[in-house]
């Protein structure tokens, strides 16, 4: 018995596993048990829905359009429900934009972003992607990822979203093991101009890094070590709320 479009298409999906950023199109036809020309026509389909994406070099992952459906899911949801009391309040503290983001290959994922009529505007949308290394919550998220994943964000190539994007490997890895330091990761018009932001991480069971909270602000208008111990607070505060419902 043949398999329907919809078990073909719900396989090919199932082939990235946990922990796969990307897979070629050979990988994926053999984890779903598709012929070439079957699975070459679906992930073509699925490309062009953006349930899929696919890289320059001629792989493939997981699409925005599948991260906003998986944003639904119980995990993401929970993390999103828990944290929006302690966003509410590093907003009332600083009036400024907060926003809660996650890991999603090698990419920021937006989940929550809670921000002001005077608050500045920036790129971030919930559901949206951004890199990881001009944010502040990439940069958090970055600095705590498995080795693979930096590894694989150092060779590049880190590109220049403004004129002061950090985009040499060294002084990124410098950066990086001065979060791990402190805590605290920190822009200044990387991702847009005239913007700063700070951001810390949010731990999970086992004190794994699952999220980043950051607070993105005019230049003119803040000194970011001021910022740094609210935003700690409340990334805090939701690591200890997240390890009590785990």
């Not at 053999?30 to 389909?45: F, I, K, S, Y």
């Amino acid at each position: 018995m043949s398999k329907s479009v919809a078990a073909k298409v719900s396989e090919v999906l199932g082939a990235f596993l946990p922990g796969d950023v990307r897979l070629s199109l050979t990988e994926i036809c053999r984890r779903a048990d598709v012929p070439l020309t079957t699975g070459h026509r679906l992930v073509r389909e699925l490309t062009a829905s953006g349930f899929l994406e696919r890289l320059p070099e001629g792989s493939y992952r997981v699409g925005r359009r599948l991260w906003r459906i998986g944003a639904q899911a119980a995990e993401l949801r929970e993390l999103r429900e828990l944290a929006l009391p302690y966003m509410a309040d590093l907003y009332a503290a600083t009036r400024e934009n907060v926003q809660l983001a996650v890991l999603t290959g090698d990419r920021v994922l937006c989940l929550e972003r809670l921000r002001g009529p005077h608050s500045v505007p920036v790129f971030s949308r919930v559901a949206g992607e951004l890199p990881l290394h001009a944010t502040g919550v990439g940069k958090v998220l970055l600095a705590f990822a498995e080795e693979e994943l930096v590894e694989r964000v150092m060779a590049g190539p880190l590109a220049a979203v403004t004129a002061n994007t950090v985009t040499d490997p060294a002084r990124l890895r410098a950066e990086l093991a001065e979060i791990r330091r402190t805590g605290v990761a920190h822009t200044q018009e990387e991702m847009s101009i005239g913007t700063l932001s700070a951001a810390a991480p949010v731990r999970g069971r086992g004190e794994r890094v699952v999220a980043a909270l950051s607070v993105v602000v005019w230049r003119h208008s803040a000194d970011l070590r001021r910022l740094d111990p609210a935003v700690s607070r409340a990334a805090n505060a939701l690591s200890r709320d997240l390890a009590g419902n785990s």
